[in-house]
């Protein structure tokens, strides 16, 4: 099976653009969680979908969003960048188990704003 | 509310020796635990987790971790590391239901030859 996907792999923006990465998961697997990894943060949650419904979000502002679509892919938006939005995203997804759903990572996407 | 220690920042070990990366959880309800490596401008990969059952959980690469609920510990050892496994290391809890991993600080684990 192919793993899980992200484009771009690399972004270079300017403060106060917008941004939108793309995540494709697994084959088959239904819920694609996001998360954010920096070197003074670490790895944060952003927020998890599954069937198209985000069932849980982390403490992000409102700037950060997301969906998904039917397929299970998922994309999110960063509106109005700041500089310390400067990262690696990656996405994750997981097949539902009803209790502990084990999460596959994709690459990443390194975004850079200027 | 969850959280996760992983108590060394860095750990040097030269080839062949013996490595354990500890890490310690928070947590009021029954956890599952995992530990992902992450290599050089990569994502993450998932060493081993546990889930239930026996504490002892054997993973890829020869890594294993033992879940000790009293001591709210889950550490990785591995009794021979290769240069291969220079990687920053990361201890991760999840519950049932909330559709999410905590993640550590990250263990960058240096092998010297």
């Known amino acids: 099976k192919a793993g899980v996907t992200q484009t771009p792999r690399y972004l270079i923006k300017t403060r106060g653009q917008q941004v939108t990465l793309s995540c494709s998961p697994i084959?088959?697997?239904?819920?694609v969680s996001w998360y954010q990894q920096t070197p003074g943060q670490g790895l944060q949650f952003l927020f998890e979908?599954?069937?198209?419904?985000?069932?849980n979000k982390g403490n992000f502002p409102g700037r950060f969003s997301g969906r998904q679509f039917s397929n299970s892919r998922s994309e999110m938006n960063v509106s109005t960048l700041e500089l310390g939005d400067s990262a690696l995203y990656l996405c994750?997804?997981?097949?539902?188990?009803?209790?502990?759903?084990?999460?596959?990572f994709g690459p990443g996407t390194r975004l850079l704003v200027l | 509310a969850q959280s996760v220690t992983q108590l060394d920042s860095q750990v040097p070990v030269f080839e062949e020796a013996p490595v354990e990366l500890r890490c310690n959880y928070s947590?009021?309800?029954?956890?599952?635990l995992f530990w992902y490596v992450q290599y050089p401008n990569q994502g993450l990969q998932l060493l081993l987790k546990?889930?239930?059952?026996?504490?002892l959980v054997k993973g890829i690469n020869g890594f294993e971790a033992e879940f000790n609920k009293s001591q709210t510990s889950f550490h990785l050892r591995k009794p021979s590391v290769h240069i291969s496994d220079t990687a920053e290391y990361f201890c991760?809890?999840?519950?049932?239901?909330?559709?999410?991993?905590?993640f550590g600080t990250g263990t960058r684990l240096k092998v010297l030859a």
């Open positions: 084959s088959g697997h239904r819920s």
């Open positions: 546990y889930l239930s059952g026996s504490t």
């Open positions: 994750a997804s997981s097949a539902p188990t009803g209790g502990a759903e084990t999460q596959y």
């Open positions: 991760a809890v999840s519950t049932s239901g909330t559709y999410k991993y905590i």
């Open positions: 947590s009021s309800v029954s956890v599952y």
């Open positions: 979908y599954f069937s198209e419904t985000q069932r």
